[in-house]
């Protein structure tokens, strides 16, 4: 079993729909998670970091993470043709070194149809 | 904001080359990170470094080394290139908290 898991996708949805993506882990360690979004041939961007269980909103993107049920979503709430991307979760770990690693899903392929 | 910058996007190497990636960050970061991006597996992590001279594997070392003599670059090499290193490598830096990525370099190895 992975340690993260995220559907690949493809999710395809109309302009304005409200878009769930979600991840589950398995190690209960993890204390940061985070949400990339990544176009074609460019590196990742963050776009939401959260430390606790609950909700976190920025603009159209909430994040929500569940550390009971080891389960994190991203919603985008109005979205645009320009949300079209892979979306990343990714969560982090602390090594014997005192630093963090991160370990990422496989990503998520969204299309939003004009 | 945090710019991190690696030299290539685009690079074609033989089998059995020895190859260097490099990776320069402009915000004083401790800690630095080689991926690979392949489909179906996501990001795995190559190497990372968390100061000067200093390294840690990752989950996918085998093949690769690394080199950190100035906190702002951080170097991957191809020891001996193979097909199978056939990939997109990202870079990343952070002091606390995520990853800032650079655009990485697609490898391909013929």
């Known amino acids: 079993q992975k340690e993260v898991e995220q559907d690949p996708g493809p999710l395809s949805v109309p302009e304005g729909a409200i878009v769930s993506l979600n991840c589950t882990y398995s190690?209960?360690?993890?204390?940061?998670f985070m949400w990339y979004r990544q176009y074609s041939r460019k590196g990742p961007e963050l776009l939401m970091y959260?430390?606790?269980?609950g909700n976190k909103e920025d603009g159209r993107f909430t994040a929500q993470v569940d550390k009971s049920s080891k389960y994190i979503s991203l919603f985008i709430r109005d979205s645009q043709p320009s949300d079209s991307a892979t979306y990343l979760c990714?969560?982090?770990?602390?090594?014997?070194?005192?630093?963090?690693?991160?370990?990422f899903g496989t990503g998520t392929r969204l299309k939003v149809l004009a | 904001d945090v710019k991190v910058t690696q030299s290539s996007r685009y690079l074609v190497k033989r089998t059995g080359e020895k190859v260097f990636l490099e990776c320069v960050q402009d915000?004083?970061?401790?800690?630095m990170f080689w991926y690979r991006q392949d489909p179906g597996l996501g990001l795995r992590l190559i190497y990372f470094?968390?100061?000067?001279?200093?390294?840690e594997k990752g989950d996918i070392p085998e093949g690769y080394s690394v080199s950190r003599e100035k906190k702002e670059r951080f170097s991957l090499i191809l020891e001996s290139a193979s097909t199978n290193q056939t990939s997109m490598y990202l870079c990343?830096?952070?002091?606390?908290?995520?990853?800032?990525f650079g655009s990485g370099t697609r490898l391909t190895v013929v």
């Open positions: 990343a830096s952070s002091s606390q908290g995520s990853n800032t």
């Open positions: 190690n209960s360690a993890f204390q940061y």
């Open positions: 959260t430390y606790s269980s």
């Open positions: 990714a969560m982090s770990d602390l090594t014997t070194s005192g630093t963090y690693k991160y370990i």
């Open positions: 915000m004083d970061h401790e800690n």
């Open positions: 470094s968390y100061d000067v001279k200093m390294k």
